[in-house]
């Protein structure tokens, strides 16, 4: 089942004082499915903010459609399912942390000792307890992220929405955010995420698209976009013997780096190795990080626009 499907969705900004438009987003389409963590990668002004609000009724698309839960976005009634972290959130400073949760749980239609309970089991799950009763102005950025979590879990959501979770929280507490978000997972909660932290979303993203000028560039696993298909290590036992009649880099630590078109061929440069009596220890097929493919394919999709 998907949990999102958008069709063409299209957003242009366009101020009354500014005679130019901002296409924000365009021709959107995205499908994603239930109990997956999606990363929505993209350079700052990409569109990933306004993907956001649009499929969660914030702001009004241009163009095109989307379901949340196979409903139309336009039925306000989903939202009962759906939880929110918006990227800079800010709280009344005046509210101590259960508070906040308390107020969030109310406007989802929670109350009494039900609420009560929810508020302390998610103050745990975001190791806030001790700060329940502390004013959110004492409350460090890593601290106002967790608050944040918590508050767009309150209502026990099917499909979470986070824009930017770990911004500006230090590595241990990144780490705890992850732990969080891979058991909602298990527990089959979809996770849409944005951010432009790519090692972080390498390492629990099960899907990632990568935004760029309000187009998606590319979907898929992250597997998908870090294996590099035509490029392999030849790891040999040392030898004075070179192999033959094909293009390699020789490493300084003697192993070889050979591109490949094929399979066939991967095999042709190994039985060359082979019939040369050099022996083969290792074959290990190299990858790039999610970062470097990022990286490629904005610079690739900026030249095209030029
Ligand atoms: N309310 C608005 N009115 C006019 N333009 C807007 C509005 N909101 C966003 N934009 C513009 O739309 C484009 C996409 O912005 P958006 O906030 O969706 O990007 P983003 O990918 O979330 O960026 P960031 O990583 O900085 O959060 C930008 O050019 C932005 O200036
Ligand atoms: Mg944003």
Redesign the pocket.
């Known amino acids: 089942m998907n949990v999102i499907e958008t069709k063409g969705l299209t957003k242009v900004?366009s101020?009354s004082f500014k005679k130019n438009k901002?296409q924000?987003l365009v021709d959107f389409n995205l499908n994603v499915e239930r109990g997956v963590i999606f990363g929505l990668l993209?350079?700052?002004?990409?569109?990933?903010?306004?993907?956001v609000k649009l499929l969660l009724g914030i702001t009004f698309p241009t163009a095109g459609s989307a379901t949340i839960i196979e409903k139309d976005i336009s039925d306000y009634k989903i939202k009962e399912k759906v939880g929110y972290l918006p990227?800079n959130h800010k709280y009344p400073s005046y509210l101590k942390g259960g508070e906040v949760l308390k107020f969030f749980g109310k406007l989802s239609g929670m109350n009494g000792v039900n609420l009560d309970k929810r508020i302390d089991e998610l103050l745990e799950l975001v190791k806030l307890s001790q700060w329940k009763k502390t004013k959110v102005k004492a409350y460090s950025k890593g601290m106002m992220q967790r608050l944040g979590l918590a508050q767009a879990l309150i209502n026990d959501p099917d499909l979470i929405f986070l824009d930017?979770p770990t911004d500006g929280v230090d590595p241990i507490g990144r780490k705890e955010i992850r732990d969080i978000l891979i058991e909602l997972k298990n527990r089959s909660k979809t996770i849409f995420l944005?951010s432009?932290l790519l090692s972080e979303v390498e390492l629990i993203t099960d899907r990632v698209g990568i935004?760029n000028k309000?187009k998606l560039l590319r979907e898929g696993t992250v597997k998908e976009f870090t294996e590099k298909k035509e490029e392999y290590k030849l790891v040999v036992d040392s030898t004075d013997t070179e192999p033959g009649n094909f293009a390699y880099t020789k490493q300084p630590d003697g192993s070889y780096l050979v591109k490949v078109a094929d399979i066939a061929e991967l095999n042709r440069i190994i039985d060359d190795f082979r019939s040369k009596g050099i022996l083969l220890r290792e074959i290990v097929p190299l990858k790039s990080t999610l970062e470097e493919m990022f990286i490629s394919l904005i610079n690739e999709s900026e030249r095209n626009n030029k």
């Not at 993209?42 to 993907?51: I, V, Y």
């Open positions: 900004y101020s901002i924000a993209g350079p700052n002004g990409a569109g990933k903010t306004t993907l990227e930017e944005n432009h935004l309000g």
